[in-house]
């Protein structure tokens, strides 16, 4: 019973924190069908019609992540008045992609259309939230048809894959993907870089292991769950935007948003390691995620 007991606490303590967001997840789209439902609505979930409710939502998540994380948001001033592809680091659990935008809607009433896996799509009573959260499939057609309807579109090139395989090394793993710079170039539009520092001490996977990594992508679905939810301290940074170039390749855009990511489009590698340096620990150390949380100089 002992051995049991402790089992079990041990459990909930690494997955707690991940099972609370899921939680509060499906308690985002009850409180979307009670709204609708309440109102009659039948408009279109990207209409300015749910932004009562976006609203509601957008402070329930912005309050958790400056008490959880104490989220902080730079940059914003990078971003374009008109469409864009926003870039940015895909972590064990995107929550700091979640707490970016409800902080953007509060701030600037804005909302950022996402790109997500298939499988997202396939979720069980999150169809409302995803469509007024503006939840999109990665098709080419839909993402030109946002951008030429104003928006902005976000998109992680190394999506689930690299949420599941990447670590504490802040690794890349974009594969051949290549879609996203397509799209800039034939919508004429500038790509943003985005990445949170600490997201995976935050959040982490378990180590690699063959099977797992064979699972994935024999399936495509992410067997593998995320631990930790340590509070330990968020901060995004929204780096220069890379301009439309009509003469550019897209491996050659690919190339500079892969500097850019983390980097703020600097393109020597003297900056890359100064920025580097400056903003996050590689590899990347939990307990001076945590202590930054009491860094009263960074603030």
């Known amino acids: ?5 402790l089992t079990i606490s041990a459990i909930l303590v690494f997955f707690i924190v991940p099972l609370t967001i899921v939680f509060f997840i499906y308690l985002s789209n009850i409180l979307l069908l009670i709204y609708q439902r309440n109102n009659e609505l039948k408009a279109d979930p990207l209409s300015d019609v749910w932004n009562r409710v976006r609203k509601t939502i957008a402070t ?17 001033q990078n ?25 953007l809607f509060l701030w600037k009433k804005r909302l950022c259309l996402s790109v997500a896996d298939h499988f997202v799509f396939r979720l069980p009573g999150l169809k409302l939230l995803l469509r007024v959260t503006g939840v999109i499939p990665g098709t080419r057609e839909e993402c030109l048809a946002a951008l030429r309807n104003g928006y902005l579109v976000s998109i992680s090139p190394g999506g689930v894959r690299e949420a599941l395989f990447s670590d504490e090394s802040y690794q890349l793993m974009w594969g051949n993907r290549k879609g996203f710079a397509q799209v800039a170039l034939e919508a004429k539009v500038p790509i943003i870089p985005m990445y949170t520092q600490n997201v995976r001490e935050g959040y982490r996977m ?21 631990y930790g939810g340590l509070p330990v301290k968020f901060r995004t940074y929204i780096g220069k935007p890379i301009p ?28 890359v390691q100064a920025l580097i340096s400056k903003h996050q620990t590689i590899p990347g150390n939990i307990w001076k995620a945590l202590l930054e949380r009491f860094d009263k100089r960074r603030k």
Not at 86 to 100: E, K, N, W
């Open 1 to 5: 019973v002992i051995i049991g007991t």
């Open 60 to 76: 329930f998540w912005d309050i958790y992540a400056r008490i959880w994380h104490g989220y902080e948001l730079h940059g914003v």
């Open 79 to 103: 971003l374009p008045e008109g469409p864009g592809i926003l870039v940015y680091y895909h972590g064990a659990i995107p929550i700091d992609y979640l707490y970016f935008l409800s902080r």
């Open 206 to 226: 378990f180590k690699e292991r063959r099977f797992f990594r064979q699972l994935y992508e024999s399936t495509r679905l992410p067997f593998t769950p995320p």
């Open 244 to 271: 439309y170039d009509p003469n550019i390749t897209t491996e050659e855009l690919v190339e500079k948003v892969c500097k850019g990511k983390f980097l703020f489009s600097f393109q020597t590698k003297t900056a």
